[in-house]
């Protein structure tokens, strides 16, 4: 599979541990069953397999190998702690230790082999697990925890160790949750909450913490899958799982790298059609993230830009810091969805108002002007010289009469507000209490989404700790920045899952004719010539200029002819990356006296540079157009990716491109064309027409056709510059390299 670490199985052994473990396929897709084995072209699965981890967090019996009571060992401490869970589970707890007859009062079984019955989840807390997976193995335990470090975080003795454990689990048929990792899944969660509920996948418990403590503010978390080295179990399976559980609002994830890009991406998929948001801090953004991720984990992070476009591309909602992930995890969890995108500030100040706005706007939030009609009924109860416009400046709430609720009611009543947001910079009794027990009081009667800021820094206010986090209704934050992200992500978030159609049903079966075609053109660990490259090209049905490759002056002159003047000509050979800095390329020729000459100067050219040709190209010239950059690189996590951006010299002077990860659909390449900075030269500017969108669109989806047919092929594909014509006129492949894995 792409992108593997340590342990990673083969599709076919993933399949027949599923089957053998009893998981099932996911559910109906856009109103047909979602076969189990559905493969693409490239052999490759469609659909996510989701394991039955029912046993795992509720299981039935826990042994734990290693146990203590002794005072002062680590292994009582986490005995104990096993124990109380599993009595809060409804478990029989079985201590396993060669010399004790008995751990806090429960016979010790000597062995393994000795325990009473199957056990469903088996807690490894010796330094050896290797000979303690075999034991399981025979047993028929269905979950192993191996807590040990000393695996792929520590380097290449490490990582020969974990793959040593990972044939040993793939073997046994035992699910291993580790090593290197810790006891958060055994933590103690309240079951006095009520409402959807939070689910958290972290690599590194500590960064779980904050979410874990949102429990403290009336927010119900559910599961916390600790995922440690992922020798074998790894996020994706947890975020399949937790997509399909009844109850589960959002899954948060702190995520230092990725064992499989492939099976992340069909989980995040799994969750996108289920419209279960899915909230993630991805760290590696920077060369020293990555590396610390690596020496911690054992995990690819992979490069940044490709994650980030892939994260986005399913609908993962990425955020950079663990306050943005409780906060934006939380919204996501409970708000219901909303029912307009415009977001109205209201507030006690007017510079409060203006500043909020000012950061909404700039964070992408649409603030609609509200309706004369909506601002009259305001000025009723709010003195005309205020603004209520949006921001809505109240001037200070009124505390001791009907009209606070009246304000707050009337706002929320536009069809064009989905969404309320009240800073309050400070508690100024009683006028901020009155207007808190407003603000959820007036939520607890809407289906629109009330948010406050409380921006006190003390916290301890009664407005604050009773009222409002008493509030189910009411999203609370400390800061402005957390609640315009996390409202920015939910909004976003709706609009996806809306409109969101899974690459995955419509990927292709089957390679097509141009597969076929493109076969034969392809040599294995060579690089094409520029001529083979755009046969390749050809054969995918992109557009290339008329051209011929000729191998003397009078043959260039005739071609010449046969192409149209004005011409260019171009070196052709196999190695030749960078034609331009050499020389090795002439525009704008017109007669054939120009074309004779030209061909004796690349021709001399190429010999006094040692560049072995297979002839010259004679090439129609293409000139009135935006030039582009579509491309296939290969990521070590997620395979063949699809780069699109401006071309030409600009490429790599303002590096403005955009990322696709196979498969994906018309509109997720329109996406990516749109995020670009220069998408505005494809619209026509300074006079000039605009540029075929629809024929941009469409080589790039046929250039991913062919990275999802020739991946394991084709180690790079360079088409700079594209030439993208007039609306109606196509685009045209003006240069292309290509190598071969």
């Known amino acids: 599979m792409l992108g593997s670490t340590h342990g990673t199985l083969t599709t076919d052994s993933r399949r027949a541990r599923a089957i053998a473990c009893g998981e099932r396929p996911g559910p109906a897709v856009h109103g047909r069953p979602a076969q189990e084995g559905d493969l693409d072209v490239s052999g490759r699965p469609l659909h996510a397999d989701v394991p039955d981890l029912d046993h795992f967090f509720r299981p039935r019996s826990v042994a734990v190998i290693g146990a203590s009571d002794s005072e002062g060992r680590p292994n009582t401490g986490v005995t104990r702690q096993l124990a109380d869970w599993a009595e809060r ?121 904050p979410v874990f403590a949102l429990q403290e503010l009336g927010i119900r978390l559910s599961h916390w899958a600790p995922t440690g080295n992922e020798a074998d179990l790894e996020t994706a399976d947890f975020l399949s799982y937790f997509a399909e559980q009844p109850g589960i609002g959002a899954i948060a994830c702190y995520l230092e790298g990725l064992k499989d890009g492939r099976s992340f991406l069909l989980a995040a998929d799994r969750a996108a059609r289920r419209g279960v948001p899915v909230v993630a801090v991805k760290v590696g953004r920077t060369e020293t993230g990555a590396r610390t991720a690596a020496s911690h984990t054992g995990k690819l992070t992979g490069a940044d830009t490709v994650v980030d476009a892939a994260l986005r591309q399913y609908g993962v909602i990425r955020v950079d810091g663990l306050d943005e992930l409780q906060d934006t995890a939380a919204l996501l969890a409970r708000a219901r969805p909303p029912r307009a995108d415009g977001v109205v500030v209201y507030s006690i100040s007017g510079g409060t108002g203006a500043h909020v706005a000012d950061l909404a706007t700039e964070a992408g939030l649409r603030l609609p002007v509200l309706s004369e009609a909506r601002q009259a009924g305001l000025h009723q109860w709010i003195p005309e010289y205020l603004s209520v416009a949006n921001p809505v400046d109240n001037g200070g709430h009124p505390v001791g009469d009907w009209r606070g609720r009246k304000i707050i009611d009337a706002i929320l009543d536009d069809p064009e507000v989905g969404v309320l947001i009240c800073p309050v910079t400070g508690p100024f009794p009683p006028l901020s209490d009155r207007l808190v027990r407003d603000l959820v009081d007036a939520a607890e009667h809407t289906d629109k989404l009330v948010c406050v800021v409380w921006g006190s820094p003390v916290g301890t206010e009664p407005a604050y700790r009773e009222v409002l986090l008493g509030s189910s209704r009411v999203a609370t934050f400390r800061t402005v920045g957390n609640c315009l992200t996390a409202v920015r992500a939910y909004l976003a978030h709706h609009r996806f899952t809306n409109a969101y159609r899974s690459p995955f049903d419509e990927a292709p079966r089957t390679p097509s004719p141009s597969y076929r075609k493109a076969q034969a053109l392809m040599h294995p660990g060579e690089q094409l010539s520029e001529h083979a490259a755009k046969q390749l090209l050809r054969a995918y ?24 003047y004005p011409v260019v000509m171009k070196a052709s050979g196999a190695r030749i990356a960078h034609k331009t800095e050499l020389g090795l390329v002439k525009i704008g020729l017109t007669s054939a006296s120009q074309v004779r000459d030209a061909y004796r100067e690349l021709t001399d050219i190429a010999r006094y540079e040692d560049v072995s040709l297979d002839g010259v190209l004679v090439c129609q010239m293409v000139e009135q157009g935006v030039e582009m950059v579509v491309g296939v690189t290969h990521d070590d996590l997620f395979g063949p990716t699809v780069t699109v951006g401006l071309g030409g010299v600009l490429v790599e002077v303002l590096r403005d491109t955009a990322v696709g990860v196979p498969p994906f659909g018309e509109e997720q390449a329109r996406d990516m064309l749109a995020g670009l900075r220069g998408r505005a030269l494809l619209d026509g500017v300074r006079g000039r027409p605009p540029a075929d969108l629809d024929a941009l669109v469409e080589v790039v989806l046929r250039v991913q056709r062919m990275a999802l047919e020739l991946g394991d092929q084709l180690a790079e594909l360079d088409i700079n510059p594209l030439m993208v014509l007039p609306q109606g006129q196509g685009a045209v492949a003006l240069d292309a390299l290509a190598v071969c894995r």
């Open 89 to 209: 589970v409804g478990a029989r707890l079985y201590p396993v230790h060669p010399s004790r007859p008995a751990v806090f009062g429960l016979p010790c079984s000597p062995s393994v082999a000795d325990l009473p019955e199957q056990v469903d989840l088996a807690v490894v807390l010796v330094g050896d697990p290797l000979p303690v997976i075999e034991e399981l193995a025979e047993a028929k335990a269905r979950f192993a925890v191996v807590f040990a470090s000393g695996f792929a975080e520590t380097g290449p003795e490490g990582e020969a160790a974990q793959r040593r454990l990972a044939a040993a689990v793939e073997r046994s048929g035992v699910r291993l949750l580790g090593p290197n990792t810790n006891l958060n899944a055994f933590e103690h969660f309240r079951d006095d909450l009520d409402g959807p509920a939070i689910a958290l996948i972290t690599q590194s418990g500590h960064q779980g913490r």
């Open 541 to 564: 049905g992109i557009r290339v200029p008329r051209e011929q490759l000729v191998t003397s002056a009078a043959g260039a002159v005739r071609a010449a002819g046969l192409v149209g």
